[in-house]
């Protein structure tokens, strides 16, 4: 099948860092991303539909200006947590839209810990 | 109101025995499709199965079946010949609107235990 990737696989930070995330798609063209990010046995909460060429869609209480996305090529959409705090540990997940929108293919996921 | 229902927090099964995992979803858009997913301890989310709201018939994918009835709004997931590597977490998900719709709505999850 389709297959995504996620860069890093995980990441430690210092507070007030900021952190950026690579989600590739390998073997497809994707118009369209998403970013999830889930907390321990939890569900996966979404916080942004990723579009290439055009600005991303926020779900709401997602702060954009603290979770940057661009979505340059048709293959990588990045997610860059800017000025990391500790609360914003968790575990995020990028998904790209197959090419005929029926479903979604995840990457590994990214583990991030804010110190 | 939710729009995914998974009831079941926890579920065991026995290895070799099928096992049924529930899912409700609630939309009054006719066209959605439905999704099941797995996440292992790993965290990689693995699609399993997709079930069009106009598909006339169940999806089925090798050992995994989903129970689509379309008029009491569940979609179930049923494993048969459950196997020890199949202990994860399963979600149920949704998206409404057209295949090109986008995004989907997760349900809370199943953790899923198989016993030797």
């Known amino acids: 099948g389709a297959v995504v990737s996620q860069h890093p696989s995980w990441v430690i930070c210092k507070s007030g860092t900021s952190v950026k995330i690579e989600c590739r798609s390998l073997?497809?063209?994707?118009?369209?991303m998403f970013w999830y990010r889930q907390f321990p046995k939890q569900s996966l909460m979404l916080m942004a539909t990723?579009?290439?060429?055009?600005?991303?869609?926020?779900e709401q209480g997602v702060e954009k200006d603290k979770f940057l996305i661009n979505h340059a090529s048709l293959t990588l959409s990045t997610l860059t947590v800017t000025s990391a705090h500790p609360e914003d540990s968790s575990f995020y997940i990028c998904?790209?839209?197959?090419?005929?929108?029926?479903?979604?293919?995840f990457g590994p996921g990214t583990r991030l810990l804010v110190l | 109101a939710q729009k995914i229902t998974q009831t079941q927090p926890g579920m065991f099964v026995q290895e070799k025995e099928a096992v049924t995992l529930d899912c409700t979803y609630d939309t009054s858009d006719p066209s959605y499709g439905l999704f099941w997913y797995k996440q292992p301890s790993s965290g990689e989310m693995i699609f399993l199965i997709y079930?069009?709201?106009?598909?006339?018939q169940n999806a089925t994918e090798g050992r995994y079946s989903l129970n689509f009835q379309k008029a009491r709004k569940s979609a179930n997931l049923v494993i048969s010949a459950s196997q020890l590597g199949d202990s994860a977490m399963y979600f149920c998900a949704m998206r409404e609107g057209g295949p090109h719709a986008g995004k989907s709505t997760f349900g809370d999850g199943t953790t899923l235990t198989v016993k030797p």
């Open positions: 990723s579009n290439e060429g055009s600005k991303a869609t926020y």
């Open positions: 073997d497809f063209q994707a118009t369209t």
């Open positions: 079930q069009g709201s106009y598909d006339q």
């Open positions: 998904s790209a839209a197959s090419p005929g929108g029926e479903t979604q293919y």
